[in-house]
T-cell receptor, first 112, second 113 residues
Framework: DTAVSQTPKYLVTQMGNDKSIKCEQNLGHDTMYWYKQDSKKFLKIMFSYNNKELIINETVPNRFSPKSPDKAHLNLHINSLELGDSAVYFC???????????FGPGTRLTVL | QKEVEQNSGPLSVPEGAIASLNCTYSDRGSQSFFWYRQYSGKSPELIMFIYSNGDKEDGRFTAQLNKASQYVSLLIRDSQPSDSATYLCAVNIGGGGADGLTFGKGTHLIIQP
């Protein structure tokens, strides 16, 4: 009965490859997010989706593209992976009118 | 540019004492304030949120907000070794929840038995 889940937990890949990370929430929330936590543990917002509409898009390279098939899922696609993309990626969700965000377990991406 | 500042620590506190964690933010439009706890290798876990000036208590935790000074703090009473973690301060701009959170870089707290 995990609230926010992500797959895979670990992802090791070569530079230049394309990969996807999946996120699902069973909290009935309408807004989902992707965050990146770098090697210095700094957590930064990448995207948020509200009812399948992109709400914010920080200065993230267009190699990153969020895709939401429905309001319970928000996947992250990354094209042409680079060494600097190595990080932990967290999915989160919240109600649109609520402010508390709940995080998934994270996906550790390593680009070799 | 929205910024959230925290002392990275480590902050070392003896078991049973009060741990005091501080955070300042740059954007006066910030309306919601959060404290997350993150154990090494784990995801951030929400422990407190506060929206209005003053104090908010929940068990051993008290969040304090002073919007005039753009300052938010977290007090942990009767600190336990299990409280040892990184504490992340986060702010949300605007009244709705569609915006992402802006996080500080976290304070590493160590509770000494």
């Amino acid at each position: 009965d995990t609230a926010v889940s992500q797959t895979p937990k670990y992802l090791v890949t070569q530079m230049g490859n394309d990969k996807s990370i999946k996120c699902e929430q069973n909290l009935g929330h309408d807004t989902m997010y992707w965050y990146k936590q770098d090697s210095k543990k700094f957590l930064k917002i990448m995207f948020s989706y509200n009812n399948k509409e992109l709400i914010i898009n920080e200065t993230v390279p267009n190699r990153f593209s969020p895709k939401s098939p429905d309001k319970a899922h928000l996947n992250l696609h990354i094209n042409s992976l680079e060494l600097g993309d190595s990080a932990v990626y967290f999915c989160a969700s919240s109600q649109p009118s609520g402010r508390e965000q709940f995080f998934g377990p994270g996906t550790r991406l390593t680009v070799l | 540019q929205k910024e959230v500042e925290q002392n990275s620590g480590p902050l070392s506190v003896p078991e049973g004492a009060i741990a005091s964690l501080n955070c300042t933010y740059s954007d006066r439009g910030s309306q919601s304030f959060f404290w997350y706890r993150q154990y090494s290798g784990k995801s951030p876990e929400l422990i407190m949120f506060i929206y209005s000036n003053g104090d908010k208590e929940d068990g051993r935790f008290t969040a304090q907000l002073n919007k005039a000074s753009q300052y938010v703090s977290l007090l942990i009473r009767d600190s336990q070794p299990s409280d040892s973690a990184t504490y992340l301060c986060a702010v949300n701009i605007g009244g709705g929840g569609a915006d992402g959170l802006t996080f500080g870089k976290g304070t590493h707290l160590i509770i000494q038995p």
